[in-house]
T-cell receptor, first 112, second 114 residues
Framework: DQQVKQNSPSLSVQEGRISILNCDYTNSMFDYFLWYKKYPAEGPTFLISISSIKDKNEDGRFTVFLNKSAKHLSLHIVPSQPGDSAVYFCAATTGTASKLTFGTGTRLQVTL | DGGITQSPKYLFRKEGQNVTLSCEQNLNHDAMYWYRQDPGQGLRLIYYSQIVNDFQKGDIAEGYSVSREKKESFPLTVTSAQKNPTAFYLC?????????????FGPGTRLTVT
């Protein structure tokens, strides 16, 4: 049972435009959400997170939006840059043992 | 520099052999984790440890074993009982303090079993 879903396996965006990556979850006990970026053959790196008590968190070009009623979150990257090309994973936790449940990832390609 | 090291980067083994993957951290983190990544899939949790001398099974623990004798080290053994051991293995750590849930990842070990 996939509790965290990223339904778009890939996304292509032109440089300078907005990239929107989506994530849906089914477990209503999740109360903290994170986004990670991963390059091939490397470990994921943390990007941004959001607590369930908020609906938006912003850090530079990255903004995460959380819609609890829809069990949906999204990552906005503005403006997109070629170096943003990577796989992005959404993750969620209920807080138990700080365990994270990851989605399957979305491969973002930023074109010139 | 603080961080997580995994060695080796690439590992090749014959089927039927056990193999141990190394993970060391100098972040003074209490919690450590092992994940597996397969093509087109997310990260799946194998084992995790919140404190020295204690660890719990994750979602896909069958065919794997771990130990946590030191805070800094959390080695993973892939046994011959693991049916599909070829994968990219990632180790992570976190403070485990429920204030920050952020996990820090090592560079990974790609294991190929033939």
């Amino acid at each position: 049972d996939q509790q965290v879903k990223q339904n778009s396996p890939s996304l292509s965006v032109q440089e300078g435009r907005i990239s929107i990556l989506n994530c849906d979850y089914t477990n209503s006990m999740f109360d903290y959400f994170l986004w990670y970026k991963k390059y091939p053959a490397e470990g994921p790196t943390f990007l941004i997170s959001i607590s369930s008590i908020k609906d938006k968190n912003e850090d530079g070009r990255f903004t995460v939006f959380l819609n609890k009623s829809a069990k949906h979150l999204s990552l906005h990257i503005v403006p997109s840059q070629p170096g943003d090309s990577a796989v992005y994973f959404c993750a969620a936790t209920t807080g138990t043992a700080s365990k994270l449940t990851f989605g399957t990832g979305t491969r973002l390609q930023v074109t010139l | 520099d603080g961080g997580i090291t995994q060695s080796p980067k690439y590992l090749f083994r014959k089927e039927g052999q056990n193999v141990t993957l190394s993970c060391e951290q100098n972040l003074n983190h209490d919690a450590m984790y092992w994940y597996r990544q397969d093509p087109g899939q997310g990260l799946r949790l194998i084992y995790y440890s919140q404190i020295v001398n204690d660890f719990q099974k994750g979602d896909i623990a069958e065919g794997y074993s771990v130990s946590r004798e030191k805070k800094e080290s959390f080695p993973l053994t892939v046994t011959s009982a693991q049916k599909n051991p070829t994968a990219f293995y990632l180790c992570a750590s976190s403070t485990g303090d429920r204030v920050s849930y952020e996990q820090y990842f090592g560079p990974g070990t790609r294991l190929t079993v033939t």
